[in-house]
């Protein structure tokens, strides 16, 4: 009796140790499909029903799937995406959200879709530049027209939700805790002042900084 139970026992670790490595081998492979803009084969992924949409690439700095079709711009997938849960609010290891890459790769569709949902398109990063900042870095104006007029609809929007207690999804849990791990990685004196000195002289280098590694 005893060794049924042990044999019982190692059958089903063995099972749910292959469901997880399936399941990492999925998420790895759905980012992939999606920065490749294989709609067929991220949809087929999704169906399984095995890998989290919102999973983040810690080798691609937090990236989600969501981010990877923001950066490359792919509608079809990022609709799939969306339909399967996406999060616009997931942000890399520096706050990039899917807007950011979007303005910085001048996709104003992408941006269009965002505001649609009512994401905040206006959130800031880590060093303090929200979309709208980083597609004028970049000078892609198409953005920067678009934003310009979508930012104040987007703190309007946020302003009449919190009035009527309608839920927002704009927060990503996780970024507070990381947020602060960032802050207490930069030298004490820079602090307080690491979005200045960054924009005026290079400053300190940002950690996991979004365009470190691009495809």
Not at 184 to 212: A, D, F, I, Q, V
């Amino acid at each position: 009796m005893f060794s049924l139970q042990v044999f019982f026992f190692f059958f089903f670790f063995f099972f749910f140790f292959v469901m997880e490595l399936t399941k990492m081998s999925d998420m790895t492979k759905l980012h992939q499909a999606v920065a490749a803009g294989d709609y067929n084969l991220v949809r087929k992924i999704l169906k399984k029903g095995l890998c989290d949409p919102n999973y983040k690439d810690v080798d691609w700095n937090d990236r989600t799937p969501l981010h990877w079709a923001a950066i490359k711009g792919h509608m079809e997938v990022m609709q799939l995406l969306l339909q399967y849960g996406a999060r616009p609010c997931l942000v890399t290891d520096v706050g990039w959200t899917p807007a950011h890459f979007a303005a910085e790769s001048g996709h104003v569709n992408v941006l269009k879709i965002l505001h649609a949902l009512h994401a905040a398109i206006d959130a800031p990063d880590f060093f303090g530049d929200t979309p709208k900042r980083i597609a004028q870095i970049y000078g892609q104006t198409a953005c920067v027209a678009f934003l310009e007029k979508a930012e104040p609809e987007c703190r309007d929007h946020r302003r009449t939700a919190r009035q009527k207690g309608l839920p927002l999804d704009q927060q990503d849990e996780d970024w507070d805790a990381k947020k602060r791990e960032l802050e207490l990685s930069l030298p004490s004196s820079n602090r307080n002042t690491n979005k200045k000195t960054n924009k005026t002289t290079g400053g300190p280098s940002r950690p996991g900084h979004p365009k470190e590694r691009r495809e």
